[in-house]
């Protein structure tokens, strides 16, 4: 077996492109993800036009001035607005595809805030022709909307705060330029009891008096009340989130997980299938089996081969994505652990569909065709698709490695649970793989 | 080549030098499904002989090496050696293409367990005349230097009979007026030859016996002269070359 895999290494490096490929494919996905992980999402281009005057920028809420372009740094945040005068030059930007979308503040937007009767509108132009691209400019621009809209909503609910205040304590307006003392409920209980003493017990207008005050004293506590209503109007709906299963695992930390599974799939997949398939292509399998070596000697051999090969690669690459990205490098050992268990539950699964294929070519177009929709399944979430769709997709994903070597390197790298399972999950895996490459190398010849 | 008196005809299916065959075969049967390949069929081979299988498309020459190679089991029947007592070249070269020739012949010596795989190398390519292309990636090769080299990986475990599947097949005149030098000269040696082809001419110039296959079942063994005596004895002609009579022969048993 040992001269067979340095046959097989000497191969390897007889192939100078596929060796690059294998070297550098890692690194360039490792800097890429990386890069990706490290930049964040960059801000859609977005054409602005406040069409707002200057001079009307401005509310009045109860005495106190809110200018409503300061509201635009709240817009601004999710968005790199690109500044333009009108409506129309707005909305060419968008027809041009300088901009993802446009927003156009109309001019009376504060002639309607300021009213409260009608609620003022912003308009919002995007191209569909790509409808990935225009969902994200609508709901980035309506998130951001909404959050200018909870921002103007807690400022009124201050002013009607300050109101109801006045209303129930009493104190000085300032209204036009005009001074208004507010007499207020509490006073005018007060003023109420004095009147009360002058009248004599048993009066008719001293029970009047009584009612009088009686409402006074109730609207003013049922006032104190509306403070606690009033502030909860501007958030209405807090968030409080409850993890009740998976781990806290960070995107970035995660999305190193998905990269090094895809990567190692791959690499395994494609070698070991390359490699027994080229053993039959050389027409060489029947002169080894002949004696010389064992089938399940040979297939321990060609599994061997690419897992020490993919695990070589792929640890490269975590070196490499650790530049970029917070990895624990004292997990190291569980980092080892989960790649080899990914690599040899991928390699059997590639001997079985080398062994099945018997060409090289035919090996290495299954491998890819069966790759890419196992990834796309096993990183469906749930609560995605119906129950039941998603029961048959965890099916479908617990019978080939990519999802439990997902999880295996979620758990190595992130500490998301216990990497236990899904290494004896592998194992299994390994065992069935590599029974069904040693059944179907009974027709290998 | 060794004459040998007892190579004359002899009752289909009978071994032809018992006393000094170094390769026994008897009552081989092999079926994939319900379909017969080889039906008991047996054969032999003398040390220093050299036999041929002719037969039709699908008459099981292939069947019938593979399972003298140790290859494929048979359903009935034993073969007298073992897999790495038979040295076995199959039709298509089995070498790897980007090794060189000494790389092969080193790692196949050393799969071998050849006590000393460097000598074994160097005779090997003393063998094949490949000294001066040792350093050659064997995609490199010819045709009929590849198959040069599959021979002699065939016969690095120093086995007394070589089989050899359509050795000449894709080769063109010159390259396999080499092959058949090489292998005269292991006959020369001592080595019992067994070789299948559709080359009739190749059987009659090169072989002491030709085996005649069709439809899994061994309709003559003897020497190819007197599958031309059988042929005009049973009034179908034969008066041409072997490729007359043999066409001939195969009519009258009905194929």
Known sequence: MRWL??????????????????VLYPIVIAVLIGFALSRGPDKPQVAFANL?????????????????????DVLFRAIEPVMVKTRAQAIRKVEEGDVLGAIVIPQDTTQKLQSGI???????????????KSRYVRDTIKSQVQDANAALTKRLAKV??????????????????REFDILGLKRSEEILKEARRELRPGSPARAQIDQVVRFARLARSNLDLSDDVLSSVGTPLRVKQIRLDGGTTPLSSYSVAIAVSVSLMFITLLLAAGALALEREDNAFMRLVRGLVSRTALLLEKAGLAAVCAVAVCLLMLAGLGLFVDLRWERFPLWVAGVTGGALAFAAMGLAIGALTKEVRAASLLCVMLSLPLTFLALVPSGSVSPAVFDVIRAVSA??????????????????????????HLSALFCVFGAASRLALQRFA | MPADPTAAARPQ?????????????EGLVKRYRDREALRDVSLSAARGEIVAVIGPNGAGKTTLLTILAGILKPDAGRVSLGPREVGWVPQQPALYRKLTVAENLRLFARLEKASDPELEVKRMLELTGLLDRSDDQV???????????????????????????????????????????????????GTAVVYSTHNIQEAERYARRVLVLADGELLFTGPARELKDVVQRGGGGGGGDLEEAFVAFLRTRGH
């Open chain 1, 5 to 22: 895999l340095l046959k097989d290494l000497r191969l390897l490096r007889r192939s100078p492109q596929l060796v690059a490929l294998l």
């Open chain 1, 52 to 72: 707002v005057p200057k001079s009307a920028s401005q509310l009045d809420l109860g005495g106190e001035k809110l200018d409503t372009s300061s509201q635009e």
């Open chain 1, 118 to 132: 009608e609620p003022a509108t912003i308009e919002v132009f995007y191209n569909a022709e790509d409808p990935v």
């Open chain 1, 160 to 177: 009607a705060l300050e109101f109801l205040d006045l209303l129930g304590t009493g104190g000085q307006y300032s209204f036009l330029g």
């Open chain 1, 399 to 424: 019978i080939f490695p990519f999802k439990p070597t997902l999880d295996a390197l979620d758990a190595a790298l992130n500490d998301s649970g216990s990497i236990a399972g899904p290494l004896l």
């Open chain 2, 13 to 25: 299916g009978a071994p032809a030098a018992e006393s000094a065959a170094v390769l026994e075969a």
């Open chain 2, 139 to 189: 995609a490199e090769l010819s045709g009929g230097n590849r198959q040069r080299v599959n021979i002699a990986i065939g016969l690095l475990g120093h086995q007394r009979v070589l089989l050899l599947d359509e050795p000449s097949a894709s080769l063109d005149p010159r390259q396999r007026e080499r092959v058949w030098e090489f292998v005269l000269g292991l006959a020369e040696a």
